[in-house]
């Protein structure tokens, strides 16, 4: 079996515009974040503009709902840099930035090592797993698949 | 997580019973990290046998874990026997009469929160319910200084250690549960002990979220050295 990378996206629903002041503290830190993130042991890939980030990107036609997709070796590698550094102190506050969304906002499939996803599979693994629940195919860091099944 | 105690818990804590088993097992957890025999033995004031026996009571009933490691730098021929070295298993014992199960409700109510999107409220109500522990607290003691920090939060047990002027946190109390909550448990007790601190009479900003590797992710700085 070929090796294989973990692909996470995760979306966002601003609760106001992200140069106003609601937003300050999360764009503070998305520079040093994005920094932490790059420099973590097993990161492969994120998906960013020339901006250095992904919040220009708006994949819903809604200007309030942001996306963020990333590559990593492995679900350990992405486990410990989204909860185990900054990253964690950050998320606390993410009630004060997006709103609460009622499908899942967060996905994580297996992709083939060297290959990076699409913003469009991103969101058919959302929509998988908003329709189906925690599979092979699109799951989370609480109903985990630590291995892609092979056909 | 059933509510009935099982045997094992029950045989583990009744393990600890024993003077020199409390005392064994207590330096292993107080040293974060490997304790050989003789260094236990010597800490418990016993003989290296009687600790080894006991060291290997506890591992039999779940407590703490043994590994073989051989100390000191020497390879191949000379180099001895590997040691073998005692920590803390990483489970968990407990018994409650009668059984309770707030954990099963802990992880209800949790999930319900996380739904609910209502990290701020349950921010707000821990750093309130910490307040009033740390009023409480410094109120006992009268006209006196309020209790210690490093106190109040080994009464809570948290197994607080200096590391510079840093006060780290060896255990999460809430491990469970901030394992599978960890954004909202891990800031829910960041702001208890923000309350804590404030009740105390002490600036809440030296709690801080510094999140590493088994140890809990609040960090206490010293009020001479913030960020």
């Known amino acids: 079996m070929a090796a ?31 920094a932490l993130a790059d420099a973590s042991p097993g990161f492969v890939w994120r998906l960013q503009t020339e901006d250095g980030d992904a919040t220009a990107i708006r994949p819903y036609g809604d200007d309030r709902i ?32 997006f709103s609460r969304m009622a499908d899942p906002y967060l996905a994580l499939w297996w992709v083939p090592a060297g290959t990076v996803p699409t913003v469009a599979e991103a969101k058919r693994r959302l929509e998988l797993l908003a329709r189906h629940g925690p599979g ?14 092979t056909r | 997580m059933d509510g009935t105690p099982s045997d094992r818990d029950l045989a583990a804590i009744g ?23 003789n260094q236990a033995a010597e800490a418990a004031g016993v003989a290296r046998g009687l600790a080894a026996f006991h060291l290997d009571k506890l591992v039999e009933a779940g407590l703490l874990e043994a590994t073989f490691r051989r100390l000191g730098d020497r390879r191949g021929p000379g180099a001895g026997r590997p040691a073998k070295l005692y920590r803390r298993a990483a489970g968990q014992v407990e018994a409650t009469l009668p059984p309770r199960t707030y954990e099963t409700a802990a992880h209800l109510l ?10 701020l409220e349950l921010q ?59 954004v ?44």
């Open chain 1, 4 to 34: 294989q990378h973990l692909a996470q996206v995760n979306i966002a629903t601003l609760r106001a515009p992200l140069d106003g002041p609601e937003l300050a503290g999360f764009v503070a830190e998305l520079e040093p974040v994005n």
């Open chain 2, 15 to 37: 393990l600890l019973q024993d003077p020199v088993r409390r005392a064994l097992y207590g330096h292993v957890v107080a040293s974060g990290g490997e304790v050989s025999r």
């Open chain 2, 184 to 227: 909202l448990v891990c800031a829910m007790n960041l702001c208890l002990i923000e309350g804590l601190l404030d009740g105390l009479g002490q600036d809440p900003g030296r709690a801080v979220m510094e999140p590493a590797p088994d140890r809990c992710c609040v960090t206490v700085h010293s009020k001479y050295n913030q960020d």
């Open chain 2, 110 to 119: 949790a999930e319900t929160v996380e739904q609910a999107g209502a990290d």
């Open chain 1, 136 to 149: 092979p195919d699109a799951f989370t860091f609480r109903a985990p698949f630590l291995r892609s099944v």
């Open chain 2, 124 to 182: 707000a109500a821990a750093r309130r319910a910490g307040a009033e522990a740390g009023r409480r607290l410094a109120a006992e003691t009268g006209a006196g200084p309020a209790p210690p920090v490093e106190r109040v939060l080994a009464a809570r047990g948290y197994e607080p250690y200096r590391d510079g002027d840093a006060l780290r946190l060896r255990n999460c109390p809430f491990a469970n549960l901030s394992a599978e909550f960890p």
């Open chain 1, 66 to 97: 942001m996306v963020n997709l990333s590559v990593w070796e492995s679900f350990e590698a992405l486990r410990a840099f989204v909860y185990a550094t900054r990253h964690l102190e950050v998320m606390r506050h993410r009630r004060r930035w």
